[in-house]
C-alpha cells in the first residue's frame, strides 16, 4: 500500500505523573541505557517517513525538559507541545483539539495531496512510556486505520484468564482465543476521534484507552499484531526488563 498521499500525525501523551514507578519523577525521563524513555520514544516517530508532525501532551513545569530533549535529539517533526489534562483522556484531546486546530488554520504543511487536511488526517495515539514501538508497528497500524478506519495494536494473552465475582469466587475461564492485551499506537481519522473524545468529555466519561470510546459509542475498531516487546514502562522492574530488551533479547 502507498502511503505517500495520506497524512499521519503522531499524539503522544506524556503527561502522567507516574505514580507505579515510585521514582519521585515523571518516569519518562528516567533513562534506558542513557537515553530517556521519552526520547526513544519520539525517535520512532521521528525516523518514521509515514509520521508527518508529532503533537506532546506535558505537565506544565515539564515543557522545558521535554523541549530540550527535543532539541537534543533533533525532534524536528515537533508540531507542539500542549499542556496535559488529569487523567490520560484529558491529555489525549487536548493534543487532538490543538492539531485539529492548526491543521484548519493551514499552519500544518500539507505534505500529501489530500482533498480535505482534517478529514483526511489519520492519527497515531502512542504512550509517551512505550519506547519499544517500531516501524514495523506503525506500518501495520497504518495499513489496518487506512482500510478499516480504526485500530489498536495488542498481543494474545498468554495467560490463562479467569472472570471472579467481587468476592473472589471464579465464574468462568474466558476463551483465550480471544483474547488481547491491548498497546498502543492506537490510529484513527482525526475529525472521527475528537468527535468523540468532546462527546466523552461532555459526557464525563472517562477511559483509558481510546478505542474503549469507539466501543462505547458503538463504532467499529480492529486489532493489530503489536510485540511483546512494546511494553508500558509502568513499575520499576520494566526498567530491567526494558534493559533486557535493549540488549537485544527478543520477546516477541
Ligand atoms: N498520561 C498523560 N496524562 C495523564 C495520565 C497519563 O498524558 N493525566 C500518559 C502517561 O504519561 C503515559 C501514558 O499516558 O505515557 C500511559 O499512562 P500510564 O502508564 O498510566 O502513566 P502514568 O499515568 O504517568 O503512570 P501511573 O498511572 O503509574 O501514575
Ligand atoms: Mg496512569
Known amino acids: ?24 519523577t515523571n518516569k519518562q525521563f528516567m533513562e534506558l541505557a542513557g537515553i530517556p524513555v521519552i526520547a526513544r520514544t519520539l525517535s520512532v516517530f521521528q525516523k518514521s517517513p509515514l509520521i508527518t508532525g508529532i503533537v506532546i501532551s ?16 533533533k525532534i524536528t517533526k515537533l508540531a507542539g507541545v500542549v499542556f496535559g489534562g488529569d487523567t490520560r483522556q484529558m491529555s489525549v484531546r487536548n493534543s487532538l483539539l490543538f492539531l485539529a486546530e492548526k491543521i484548519t488554520a493551514g499552519e500544518i504543511i ?13 492519527v497515531l495515539i502512542h504512550d509517551g512510556a512505550r519506547p519499544f514501538v517500531c516501524e514495523d508497528i506503525l506500518e501495520r497500524c497504518a495499513e489496518c486505520v487506512v482500510s478499516k478506519k480504526a485500530c489498536g495494536v495488542g498481543v494474545p494473552v498468554k495467560d490463562t484468564i479467569k472472570q471472579t465475582t467481587v468476592g473472589n469466587e471464579i465464574l468462568k475461564t474466558l ?8 498497546q498502543t499506537p492506537q490510529a484513527f481519522l482525526l475529525d472521527n476521534i475528537l468527535a468523540l473524545h468532546n462527546r466523552a468529555y461532555e459526557e464525563k466519561k472517562d477511559f483509558t484507552d481510546d ?10 475498531a480492529f486489532m493489530v499484531e503489536g510485540s511483546y516487546n512494546n511494553i508500558k514502562i509502568t513499575t520499576p522492574e520494566d526498567i530491567i526488563l526494558g534493559e533486557t530488551i535493549l540488549k537485544g533479547i527478543n520477546f516477541n
Open 58 to 73: 506535558a505537565r506544565e513545569n515539564e515543557i522545558d525538559d521535554l523541549l530540550r530533549i527535543c532539541r537534543e535529539y
Open 110 to 122: 500539507k505534505t500529501a495531496n489530500c482533498e480535505n487536511l482534517l478529514s483526511d488526517s489519520y
Open 211 to 220: 478505542t474503549a470510546l469507539l466501543e462505547y459509542y458503538g463504532q467499529k
Open 1 to 24: 500500500m502507498s502511503f505517500s498521499d495520506m497524512n499521519f500525525f503522531a499524539v503522544i501523551p506524556a503527561a502522567g505523573s507516574g505514580s507505579r514507578m515510585k521514582s519521585g
Open 175 to 182: 476463551d483465550r482465543s480471544s483474547l488481547w492485551a491491548i
